[in-house]
């Protein structure tokens, strides 16, 4: 059996619980902001804000931009994006009111074609959407250097991708504002959980506000975006923007600070489980695999097949097969998003075609990797993928 994911918590985690428990405090506070601090240090960005979901990251990451002092978003500006990612890359956007332009993907690296990107830029593009897929980076260098040139804002999704590198600097750290998850299934396991980085101090503040109600009250003295003022009776309840409670708790910063200091390891671990999947599949009659980016090396958030046309006819028995062994698969992503009805409550246009996110969707799957070694399960998995005919 081999599942989709791995529960990596051990005693520290529990005793970490425990301790939280025994102190009486739950929710959001003080180790929440010790939680933040390690964040931002292993990351290396200035400031880092935990929430409740990897999600709730990228709608606090994309709503910042939205009140900026300078070139703020506006409802109904082009963002670009790839068209395959999870579907809460595509709904914070939505909700900030922005026009989605859905640009094709590479079918080895899964993730954005950087030459259609480059093509489908025009002067109404105010931001650009990078995911780094599965634990892949994208071409992060080299779209810094488009946003740079063009004045055009960079969010970098990076969700599934937590410890990944490209060109010697971490993915996560390229965009203006970036997010990252603490999912269960993640490098990293808070139960629930995500956060932002972001080196720009007005983003940052802006999203503590965003987090926590719209309020003014976890804004420092020296905040670029309100001034309090003496009477402390109403400065605890002052609104100033439209905001959310997305906040976590003590409980999840807590664990997070001991399952942090195991990524390391779990990567070394991951990228190990890597070898052998390259090895075994990288040439395989029946399947293309995902490849790494140039100049990246990958987390490897899972591991994806796409079936060869010659092939096709086999998926349902391979997906038979696979269940009846108990080898957990599922949908590289959410697929095509525009394959999904939502898509009727998105405002977005096409840049030509989406014919690989298409081949990806209906012809690709994952199993999931792990933090623990799943060499001898890969070597099962190649040997079921071989007699299937």
Request: hydrophobic share 35%; proline share 3%; aromatic share 12%.
């Amino acid at each position: 059996m081999l599942n989709l994911v791995t529960d990596t918590f051990d005693k520290e985690e529990k005793n970490a619980i425990k301790k939280i428990v025994k102190s009486g405090y739950y929710t959001y506070g003080k180790v929440t902001s010790r939680f933040e601090e390690i964040l931002s240090k292993k990351f290396k960005k200035k400031y880092a804000l935990f929430c409740n979901s990897g999600s709730s990251a990228n709608l606090l990451a994309i709503s910042s931009l939205l009140y900026k002092k300078d070139r703020p978003l506006k409802r109904g500006d082009e963002v670009i994006v790839p068209a395959l990612s999870w579907s809460t890359t595509y709904f914070p956007l939505a909700q900030c009111g922005l026009k989605l332009k859905f640009v094709d993907i590479s079918r080895d690296t899964l993730n954005i074609n950087l030459d259609e990107l480059k093509k489908a830029i025009t002067k109404k593009t105010k931001l650009i959407c990078a995911v780094n897929i599965l634990g892949n980076p994208c071409d992060l260098r080299e779209i810094r250097k488009i946003c740079n040139k063009k004045r055009i804002y960079f969010f970098e999704d990076n969700c599934e991708s937590m410890g990944a590198t490209h060109n010697k600097k971490l993915a996560g750290s390229y965009g203006d504002i970036t997010s990252h998850s603490t999912f269960f299934s993640h490098h990293i396991s808070t139960i629930e959980g995500g956060f932002v980085l972001t080196d720009n101090k007005e983003l940052f503040h802006i999203c503590k506000a965003l987090r926590s109600h719209g309020w003014t009250r976890d804004l420092p003295k020296d905040s670029l975006i309100y001034k309090q003022k003496k009477n402390d009776f109403f400065e605890k309840y002052r609104f100033i923007l439209p905001g959310y409670n997305l906040r976590s708790t003590d409980l999840n910063a807590a664990i997070g600070i001991e399952q942090i200091k195991k990524l390391d390891k779990f990567l070394r671990i991951r990228r190990n489980n890597a070898k052998e999947y390259k090895l075994l599949f990288s040439d395989h009659e029946k399947f293309h695999i995902q490849k790494e980016s140039k100049n990246s090396n990958s987390s490897w958030f899972a591991f994806p097949f796409v079936i060869r046309k010659k092939f096709r006819y086999l998926l349902p028995k391979l997906f038979n097969e696979l269940k009846k062994q108990k080898i957990m698969f599922r949908v590289i992503c959410s697929g095509n998003i525009l394959n999904h009805p939502v898509k009727k409550h998105l405002d977005y246009t096409i840049f030509k075609n989406l014919n690989n996110t298409n081949l990806i969707h209906n012809y690709g799957f994952f199993i999931g990797n792990h933090p623990i070694d799943i060499t001898r399960d890969l070597k099962k998995i190649k040997k079921i993928f071989d007699r299937i005919s």
